[in-house]
């Protein structure tokens, strides 16, 4: 079956710096890639994802890019915020299955 | 608003009870999910549904039960013959089956 790796576990930057959160997967079927932001005592939210088909995806401060070939995608946050402290969960999904990541826990120093 | 909805948010059960989960979505979402969260792992599939009366096990579906009588529902029961059961749980749904997931804000179970 699928095996998705997350690195870091734990990451801390300085408010206004980037943040990247790296995941590699290893079933070359999967086909989408969700991220997820769970705050602390709350369920996760899903708060971007990205297709096979496409090499990068950004929404404001946040971006995913996909590197098919190497079996891995990457969530980048820019210009941190305090409210962006949370655990990031990442997921790959191969047919009906959602393989997660065992999660980064990002805390932004202000 | 739309959205799903967990039920207690805290639960505490002593040994060898069981206890049900509730787990309920306005948003007209086929396919219904609960995964287990522990401390420093990612989250672990215990069941799936697709549509009402169907349902499949997932990883770690040993010591619990399911049921999806209606579409809006999918509650969990945590039955005696779970081993380990305090975790925080969560249930989550999704239109089809390659959409991301929307999750209820959890319950958390302890075993007294």
């Known amino acids: 079956g699928e095996n998705v790796e997350q690195h870091p576990s734990t990451l801390s930057v300085q408010e206004g710096d980037s943040a990247v959160i790296k995941c590699t997967y290893s079933?070359?079927?999967?086909?989408?890639f969700p991220w997820y932001k769970q705050e602390l005592g709350k369920g996760p939210q899903l708060i971007i994802d990205?297709?096979?088909?496409?090499g990068e995806k950004k929404d404001q401060r946040i971006a995913v890019t996909l590197n098919k070939t190497a079996k891995h995608f990457s969530l980048h946050i820019t210009e941190t915020q305090p409210e962006d402290s949370a655990v990031y969960f990442c997921a790959a999904v191969t047919g009906n299955q959602f393989y997660f990541g065992t999660g980064t826990s990002l805390t932004v120093i202000p | 608003d739309g959205g799903i909805t967990q039920s207690p948010k805290y639960l505490f059960r002593k040994e060898g009870q069981n206890v049900t989960l509730s787990c309920e979505q306005n948003l007209n979402h086929d396919a219904m999910y609960w995964y287990r969260q522990d401390p420093g792992q990612g989250l672990r599939l215990i069941y799936y549904s697709q549509i009402v009366n169907d349902f499949q096990k997932g990883d770690i579906a040993e010591g619990y039960s399911v049921s999806r009588e209606k579409k809006e529902s999918f509650p969990l029961t945590v039955t005696s013959a779970q081993k380990n059961p305090t975790a925080f749980y969560l249930c989550?749904?999704?239109?089809?089956?390659?959409?991301?997931?929307?999750f209820g804000s959890g319950t958390r179970l302890t075993v007294v």
């Open positions: 989550a749904s999704s239109i089809g089956w390659t959409d991301g997931y929307t």
């Open positions: 079933d070359s079927a999967s086909n989408y």
């Open positions: 990205i297709r096979s088909n496409v």
